[in-house]
């Protein structure tokens, strides 16, 4: 099945902010320095910056607005350079709970899974978690090491073998990740793409494999779709080769496609290859020099279960429960609110940030008067020599 290599829904908005940017500040003004001198050592920095500062701004508000709609995008894909990035990471990160960002494509990735897309990555992190607990119950070393193996949900991975002097860390948060207490990165990684929302997952696998150096050995792909197209598996795992005619140990690291989009549930909805399995072993979940002597414990999920497993996770849809009301239960006790009082450093701390945003919008209006009073007086200068001369 091939991949949408963009964010669905939001080429127009990316194009957009390209727009601004370019447009707004010429090429010939980027490098210019203001006629009077700026408050601040970085303010022209600032001011060449800040037509795309805008733009970003803009660009953040328009997809947190979109999130309210019917049918929010769950992955969003955007070019920003690494200072643009840098400079608003804080006000990027209160926005969106889960980001990726690539500082060598300058990729910024915005994360807003929909809950079908959530319990899904969640029932099957705990269907794998359940056999390593049972592993972990072993009284020897197989045991021992399976009780070190850690569920990480979506917190960071930082990637940083890269290939160069010139590589710059690259900041992923998959949809799930498993990871032995001893190491630096995680063995096995999860991505969900869930209806076709743009998420590249050869590229994450890609990504996951090689910057991790091969450390991360199983990456599980798993594009899930509505009824009329499949839902398909894709492992992808560290391939090496020697390199020929060298005398040297370097070995060339590939990423390789063990299964490619299989499919677990038809296009008509139904179960398909649920005799099949997706085989992983105990030795995945950690680098190879912990993990050599339990390559041959066997972890498996079987395609019938990826099938259950999005049966599950689809009744959890908010509409779908909105459609079953007299199915489902909750409280209907009446009751008055009353709220907790804040405390006096809680207090200070909601108003320090909003005293932060404040100040945010104020430096980028300021160094956006900067920019249009140097074009105004770069204006009428000449204007004004030239009145002189004829005097």
């Known amino acids: 099945m091939a991949e949408n290599e963009t964010a669905c829904g939001h080429l127009g908005m990316q194009h957009q902010l390209v727009q601004d940017c370019s447009g707004t500040t010429p090429p010939g003004h980027q490098g210019r320095m203001p006629l009077t001198p700026p408050g601040t050592a970085e303010l022209p920095r600032r001011a060449a910056q800040a037509p795309c500062a805008n733009a970003l701004i803009r660009l953040l508000d328009t997809i947190n607005a979109q999130r309210q709609t019917d049918e929010p995008a769950s992955w969003v894909e955007v070019t920003v350079e690494r200072d643009l990035y ?14 990726d960002y690539d500082p060598n494509r300058s990729l910024l990735n915005l994360r807003m899974p929909s809950p079908v897309h959530e319990f899904f990555a969640n029932i099957l992190a705990l269907n794998l978690q359940i056999q390593l607990h049972r592993i972990a119950t072993q009284d020897n070393d197989t045991g021992t090491f399976a009780s070190r193996i850690r569920i ?10 890269g290939d160069s002097e010139l590589f710059q860390t690259i900041q992923r948060q998959p949809d799930a990740q498993f990871r032995h207490a001893n190491t630096q990165y995680p063995g096995v990684v999860i991505e969900v ?3 076709q929302d743009g998420k590249n997952l050869r590229k994450l696998a890609q990504d996951y494999i090689l910057y991790s150096n091969g450390d991360i050995k199983a ?28 005398d040297s140990d370097i070995e060339e690291l590939e990423c390789q496609e063990v299964i490619s989009y299989e499919t677990f549930r ?4 139904y179960a398909h290859n649920g005799e099949k399995h997706l085989k992983l072993t105990l030795g995945d979940f950690a ?3 912990l993990s050599t002597s339990h390559s ?19 009744e959890m849809e908010p509409t779908k429960v909105a459609n079953v009301a007299d199915s489902v239960v909750k ?3 009446v009751t008055r609110k009353r709220r907790l009082s804040f405390s006096s450093a809680e207090q200070l701390c909601s108003e320090v940030q909003a005293k932060y945003a404040e100040s945010e919008e104020v430096v980028i209006s300021r160094a956006e008067r900067d920019d249009e009073d140097y074009e105004e007086q770069s204006t009428k200068r000449p204007t004004e020599r030239s009145t002189k001369r004829r005097g």
Not at 266 to 269: E, I, L, P, T
Request: charged share 25%; glycine share 6%; proline share 4%.
């Open 86 to 99: 840098l400079s608003h990471q804080e006000r990027i990160e209160r926005s969106f709970r889960r980001t």
């Open 152 to 161: 990480g949900g979506s917190a960071t991975i930082q990637l940083a073998e």
């Open 193 to 195: 793409s869930y209806s």
């Open 219 to 246: 990456v599980i792909g798993i594009n899930i779709n509505y009824t009329g197209k499949e839902s398909t598996v894709s492992p992808w795992r560290p391939k090496y080769t020697r390199i020929k005619n060298s």
């Open 266 to 269: 038809s296009v008509d909805g």
């Open 287 to 289: 680098t190879d020099a």
């Open 296 to 314: 041959l414990v066997p972890i498996s999920i079987s395609y019938r279960r990826l099938f259950d497993i999005v049966q599950e996770a689809e």
């Open 331 to 333: 409280s209907r006790r």
